[in-house]
């Protein structure tokens, strides 16, 4: 992972791949590079990770995403969700052959914008489901 900022030769601590992986996030919101703040990681130690230059968009895209984390944590708090449950190798190549025709960056940016938007689009989308869960 390289510094954002060209000429930067700030030492990183590059020993957490968790929190490389949250920076990552953040510097892939949006291809819009207007600068309305910058963000700065540090790992554990306080060794500078990274930093990420922020446009006003980033900042929505990021408040609203995390909102909706926050409001699953909280929903799901005290549920028991199942781990990394296998796949029915079978379901997943048919789901696979089913969303291959998906627009997934179309339906993310919806989603950024307008929620029930993006939610109206996919159900659209996959109506043919048959109730069964047949594709």
């Known amino acids: 992972m390289q510094n954002p900022m060209p000429g930067d030769d700030r030492p990183t601590d590059e020993s957490q791949p968790l929190i490389l992986d949250l920076l990552a996030a953040f510097l892939g919101l949006s291809d819009d590079t207007d600068n309305a703040g910058r963000l700065m990681l540090l790992g554990p130690t306080g060794a500078f990770v990274g930093d990420a230059s922020l446009s006003a968009r980033d900042m929505q895209i990021a408040i609203k995403a995390l909102a909706a984390a926050k409001a699953l944590t909280e ?56 109730t069964d869960g047949q594709l």
């Open 75 to 130: 929903a799901t708090r005290g549920m028991e969700l199942p781990g990394d449950a296998p796949l029915d190798a079978k379901l997943e190549a048919e789901l696979e052959e089913y969303c291959i025709g998906l627009d997934t960056d179309y339906l993310v940016q919806l989603a950024a914008e307008d929620p029930a938007a993006a939610v109206a689009e996919f159900d659209e989308i996959t109506s043919d489901i048959d």
